[in-house]
């Protein structure tokens, strides 16, 4: 217990990720951001903020692209894609690994948005274990830059988005790591409705994975993974039952949909973010702090970002002191 005021300052509380990427060649992703870990994992005040190459801090959500660009990977132009592949190659953030199960995700109304644990209640919440698997089946994350507007009803489902970027199931071999960002190529969609929300998931593969050259739509997922689409539909039917409330509800009666159709769900949940950036629509309590995209009106300094940074540190740790002294005081 007296080592933990030096765990929560100074150099002694953060930790730095260098990830290297899924697979090597053109593709990597994960060399370009790393995390930065702040607090003690499971608890209130953890967070995992993400800073650029160059050491600054930025959003997950807001400043890293949706999509992978095609003619420069770190600063070295590449070769013009020959087929559609670039035109489906999007960043993905992963927030929970796969067979864990910490409901982690982007903190979506705190400065530069940093992954934390979700709560409930004032109580950290965890996925419970559907049987027969152990927590998420598939690596869970999101696509940065897109935002399921809850004010906007979507036509496909006749009901509004969730207030969240929209959520990614990767599908391939590896277990992946928190905070990593990987390339994806989209394969389909499901259209959850959770609690009367419209909540995409869109069906996805990191390019990297050894098995990806064989996937390209969502009919190759039936074809070379039988039985893990009818154990993602199962698990987002009645993962939240545990919990005591009823089985979730889906658009078109539990049908996955294609690839094109996952495209033209992911164009318009962008469009909807450029709109939240640009203050041209009603974003309620989500923070649109960020540092690359410089026409926002809520653009800040890398300064600014950091000292951002550093104020939400401390008042969580403020706040994570005052819960242990009241538990000393208890004499818990």
């Excluded at 953060?14 to 790393?34: D, Q, V």
């Excluded at 489906?88 to 910490?102: D, G, H, K, S």
């Excluded at 969240?164 to 959850?192: A, Q, W």
Aim: hydrophobic share 35%; net charge neutral; charged share 25%.
């Amino acid at each position: 217990r007296a080592l933990l005021p030096l765990l929560r300052t100074g150099a002694a509380a953060t930790r730095l990720h260098r990830g290297a990427s899924a697979g090597p060649g053109p593709r990597r992703a994960m060399a370009l951001y790393r995390t930065e870990e702040r607090g003690r994992p499971c608890s209130l005040d953890y967070r995992v903020f993400f800073k650029n190459v160059a050491g600054h801090y930025i959003s997950p959500f807001h400043d890293i692209p949706l999509k992978v660009d095609s003619k420069e990977e770190n600063g070295i132009p590449t070769k013009k894609a020959r087929n559609d592949e670039y035109e489906n190659l999007f960043n993905m953030v992963v927030e929970v690994p796969r067979w864990t199960n910490a409901k982690m995700e982007i903190a979506t109304e705190e400065p530069l948005n940093p992954i934390k644990q979700d709560v409930k209640n004032g109580k950290l919440r965890y996925a419970a274990n559907i049987f027969p698997h152990k927590g998420y089946i598939w690596n869970y994350g999101a696509l940065p830059q897109t935002w399921e507007d809850p004010h906007q009803k979507d036509k496909s489902t006749n009901c509004c988005g969730d207030n969240d970027p929209i959520d990614v199931c990767e599908i391939g071999s590896k277990v992946l790591s928190r905070g990593e960002v990987i390339h994806v190529k989209i394969l389909g969609i499901l259209g959850l409705i959770d609690e009367g929300e419209t909540d995409w998931k869109l069906i996805a593969i990191n390019v990297n994975d050894p098995e990806a050259s064989k996937f390209h739509d969502i009919g190759d997922v039936k074809k070379f993974k039988p039985g893990y689409l009818e154990a993602t539909l199962n698990w987002f039917r009645v993962y939240k039952v545990p919990e005591g409330k009823p089985e979730n509800q889906f658009a078109f009666n539990g049908e996955f949909k294609n690839k094109a159709f996952a495209l033209e769900v992911i164009k318009s949940t962008h469009e909807c973010w450029k709109a939240l950036l640009m203050k041209k629509c009603n974003g309620g309590a989500i923070n649109c702090t960020n540092v690359q995209v410089c026409d926002s009106p809520f653009h800040c300094t890398q300064d600014e970002a950091r000292s951002l940074v550093e104020s939400v540190s401390f008042s969580l740790n403020k706040e994570s002191d005052e819960e242990e002294q009241a538990w000393c005081f208890l004499g818990k």
